[in-house]
């Protein structure tokens, strides 16, 4: 036994003391070890503009006031796994972010569906480019150990989906991407993954990370008693102290210059006639006109 | 003069033209420089002359069973040691689920920074991209160092092949182990189907489509067109059809050269996914609906009674 946990620790965590890290992840492996089932979910998550909001630039920024915002929508099918698994499987669930104070209130909406504990990293020092975020929430994942690993396959803000991918290799575990099903037996995790329309289906064991395609299910409502629940759950904030990083540590590598709206279309030609007449003008009109037939 | 690697992709047997795109890509930021291809998996040095044709001197051809189907483990293993053989300043792929799945993966474990979904180069290099799923545009560049990119299919031109260019092909050796996923299974639903983020015409249906049943007549437009067929998230949320289909903020972003929106009112979201197609055709019952104020050419009609029409129309000329 001693031996197994000695293995699993050595495996898990890289860097801080290891002797710390050996008694912190004892500890939680004796609380998490029920069923013959060790899960610990992180959920990696982002807020971003409600994706009804229009786009407003000024000076090359985007401008927030007054934007409503929501849980990136990949993201919450994460969370919404995560809750799924813990009931199936026991275990906690940890939400992470990155960003400023106001990620609180996504923070303790996840909370409000059912997450244990929420980790914010509200330090300005570590925001940056994606190679900034995944060492950031490798730190995270380091500290709190992990299982499980999930996050939305993208962000409906930056539309990168470096995310996963980065934080895997960063942390030297596996992942599995644009997943549509998820089901995980002991240490064994079946993945159906979404392929640009056909179907993957992808055997792979814990610890990886997962990240989550629509479709893999449908996220929850916060209960009313969840919400009242969610105010007194754990929120971490951590600083780049916390984590043992420097701004040097986690510079980005690349830089945004600026940010422009797309060129206004014209008003486009509204047709009119008779039906079969304007289907005819339409198709002329798409031959030599447009020329795109 | 910089020497520039193309990560190229085969897809059932075919040579992927965003793989065409990426050498365009290339040459630009090459300055004159040296471009390089890279093939993966078993049975794909055929297309070797084909990358030559658009512009690679070198194509390296890594033919390891373990690529013959895609595993983040696999293709970083390859990608990375062939990085570090050839010592590229810069790497272009496709933005397709290969390209956007390791390009990741590997500029982490190389320490390098990514900027993915590439739309245009300008002089730099600075990299344009769509943000908030075109709904705005992004310019990056690169702190210093090394780049990498991924480039969305159909946005930056392809040059025209060159027939008399040589290609010089070698076989790259890669050692890959500790493999950590199998894929058991692939379930092929877009077979002899036009893939949504690759086609040219589009044509796409929303709640007024009304049924699973009413996409029928648009799959017979797009089969006159060769078009791939999609769909708003509200068909999709009415079950009228398979998430795969979701053009929009949250689905799939697309710029094909005609859409042909159908019973789709034209919410943010949509709009978001679709609006910065180069033709955009409206068909739906309500004149106030959105998408008529984005649309090139709208028709204000019953898409049941206008669709079939349509295809009619197209197959008397396109014969």
Known sequence: MEGTVKGFVAQRFRGGTRMQLAAAAYVRQQRHYEGGILVNILVVMKQTFDTEEKIVIQDGKIQDDGVEFIINPYDEYAIEEAIKLKEEHGGEVTVVSVGPDRVEKELRTALAMGADKAILVDDESLFGDEYTTAKVLAAVARKTGYDLILGGQMAVDSGAGQGGPRLAEELGINHVSTAVKLEINGSSVRVERDVEGDTEVVETSLPVLITAQQGLNEPRYPSLPGIMKAKKKPLERLTADDLGLSAADVAPKTQVVDQTLPPKKEAGRILAGEIPAQVSELVQLLRNEAKVI | ?319
């Not at chain 2, 003069?1 to 992709?9: G, I, Q, S």
């Not at chain 2, 474990?109 to 600075?126: C, F, I, K, Y």
């Open chain 2, 1 to 319: 003069m910089k020497k520039v690697l193309v990560v190229a992709e085969v897809r059932d047997g075919q040579l992927r033209n965003v793989s065409l795109e990426a050498l365009a890509a290339a040459g630009i930021l090459a300055e004159g420089g040296e471009v390089v291809a890279a093939l993966f998996g078993p049975n794909t040095a055929s297309h070797a002359e084909a990358l030559g044709h658009h512009g690679a001197g070198t194509v390296y051809v890594v033919d390891h069973a373990d690529l013959a189907q895609y595993t983040p483990d696999a293709y970083s293993q390859a990608l990375k040691q062939l990085i570090e053989f050839v010592g590229p300043d810069a790497v272009v792929l496709g933005h397709t689920a290969i390209g956007r799945d390791v390009a990741p993966r590997v500029s982490a474990r190389l320490g390098w920074g990514l900027v993915s979904d590439v739309t245009a180069l300008e002089a730099g290099p600075v990299f344009v991209r769509p943000i908030y799923a075109g709904k705005a545009f992004q310019k990056r560049r690169f702190e210093d160092g090394k780049i990498m990119v991924t480039i969305r299919p159909n946005n930056i031109a392809a040059g025209t092949a060159d027939t008399g260019k040589t290609v010089t092909v070698v076989p790259f050796e890669v050692e890959i182990k500790d493999l950590r996923s199998i894929v058991r299974e692939v379930v092929r639903k877009t077979s002899g189907k036009v893939d949504l983020s690759e086609a040219k015409i589009i044509v796409s249906g929303g709640r007024g489509v009304k049924s699973a049943d009413g996409f029928q007549p648009l799959n017979e437009l797009a089969d006159v067109l060769g078009a791939a067929v999609g769909a708003s998230r509200g068909a999709c949320d009415a079950d009228y059809c398979d998430y795969s289909m979701q053009i929009g903020q949250t689905g799939k972003v697309v710029t094909p050269d005609l859409y042909i929106a159908c019973g789709i009112s034209g919410a943010i979201q949509h709009l978001a996914g679709m609006s910065n197609s180069k033709v955009i055709v409206a068909i739906n019952k309500d004149p106030e609906a959105p998408i008529f104020q984005v649309a090139d050419y709208g028709i204000v009609g019953d898409l049941f009674e206008v669709v079939p029409l349509l295809t009619a129309e197209f197959k008397k000329v396109l014969v």
